[in-house]
């Protein structure tokens, strides 16, 4: 039986329905700012993903093998709020990038040439 706190928001799902999505990767790399910055190992995060007190993956795929799942994404705002609960002083670790990127910046050589 899965843990019921961690139930998605309707306000912090996006048009699609799902909000923002991680994997198991973006869930090593937060899991390793509560421990000072590297991302912990696989074996560490699987522990963690595994635990029955994990938010449940919002999709898991395939979906004929429940078992041995081959991708599984997790709804960001969960595990926010999970890491919240289990890793607290988490996000005062997170690195910050500077300076912000815009959504709208300039990427590629011909669009920075053109700015």
């Known amino acids: ?8 928001n309707v306000a912090e799902m996006d048009a ?3 909000g923002e ?3 198991s990767v973006d869930i ?3 899991l390793g700012w509560g421990r000072g910055g590297e991302p912990v190992n696989r074996s560490s995060a699987a522990k963690v993903i595994n635990d029955y007190r994990f938010p449940r993956a919002a999709i898991s795929h395939p979906p004929d093998e429940p078992d041995r799942p081959r991708l599984r994404l997790w709804r960001l705002a969960d595990v926010e709020r999970w890491m919240d609960v289990n890793r607290p002083g988490w ?3 997170r690195p910050v990038v ?3 990127v815009l959504e709208d910046a300039p990427t590629t050589r011909a ?4 700015a």
Do not use: F
């Not at 669009?111 to 053109?114: D, N, P, S």
């Open 1 to 8: 039986m899965r843990h019921t706190a961690y139930a998605p």
């Open 16 to 18: 699609t329905g799902w």
């Open 21 to 23: 999505l991680v994997d």
């Open 28 to 30: 090593r790399i937060m």
């Open 91 to 93: 996000r005062t670790r």
């Open 98 to 100: 500077e300076p912000p």
């Open 111 to 114: 669009q920075l040439r053109a």
